[in-house]
């Protein structure tokens, strides 16, 4: 099993609907769980952390299923501006520090008017 | 806000030179990474640093070495460039203990000929 699962897309979604996407962790003494965004040719930026009982920022939720290792992301009423590779991100090793993030491959949306 | 800066946003050297990329963060952050995201790869980790004169290996440190004389900078060194370390390569930082979010530089786009 890889570390980090995400289906790479690319979804394409009417501007104003739900989309939801997963992914997957191998590592079940992961802590920290995030969703990065990253922009065509910019660098990944911190969208919101994943907490055990579940987040929502906005128009974005997310939720974290330990006992299956999954991560989600929902995002309600998509604007053109959501267009972007969402990027799910565990860090390495349990209790966090400097060890870093994995960072699974990203999943590509597309909004279209 | 925190700002993670580097060198060049473009380079192009030629096969067996020796390469230098550079970055310095102004937040007085302890740790810092060097990542190189290639397409269908995702983003693999280098080198990170979670103190001066301290590094550690991550996923992909062969043909890399890393410097940090300095809190603030970070550099990735390519002792002989190679047409495969043709890549885009992105630093980061993040707070010590944290295992958490980590801030971006801009990337440099390394073209190896």
């Known amino acids: 099993r890889k570390e980090v699962e995400q289906d790479p897309g690319p979804f394409n979604v009417p501007e104003g609907a739900t989309v939801a996407f997963n992914c997957t962790y191998s590592?079940?003494?992961?802590?920290?769980f995030f969703w990065y965004r990253q922009d065509c040719r910019k660098e990944p930026k911190l969208l919101m952390s994943?907490?055990?009982s579940g987040n929502e920022d906005g128009r974005f939720t997310a939720q974290l299923n330990r006992a299956s290792q999954y991560i989600s992301l929902l995002i309600r009423d998509s604007k053109l501006s959501d267009s972007a590779t969402y990027l799910c991100?565990?860090?390495?090793?349990?209790?966090?520090?400097?060890?870093?993030?994995?960072f699974g491959k990203g999943t590509h949306l597309i909004i279209q008017p | 806000d925190v700002k993670v800066t580097q060198s060049s946003r473009y380079l192009v050297k030629r096969t067996g030179e020796k390469v230098f990329l550079e970055c310095v963060q102004d937040?007085?952050?302890?740790?810092m990474f060097w990542y190189r995201q290639d397409p269908g790869l995702g983003l693999r980790l280098i080198y990170f640093?979670?103190?001066?004169?301290?590094?550690e290996k991550g996923d992909i440190p062969e043909g890399y070495s890393v410097s940090r004389e300095k809190k603030e900078r970070f550099s990735l060194i390519l002792e002989s460039a190679s047409t495969n370390q043709t890549s885009m390569y992105l630093c980061?930082?993040?707070?010590?203990?944290?295992?958490?979010?980590?801030?971006f530089g801009p990337g440099t786009r390394l073209t190896v000929t």
């Open positions: 994943v907490y055990s």
């Open positions: 640093s979670y103190d001066v004169k301290m590094k």
């Open positions: 991100v565990v860090n390495r090793r349990s209790g966090g520090g400097a060890d870093g993030l994995t």
């Open positions: 980061a930082s993040s707070l010590t203990g944290t295992g958490g979010e980590q801030y």
């Open positions: 590592n079940s003494a992961s802590q920290s």
């Open positions: 937040m007085d952050h302890e740790n």
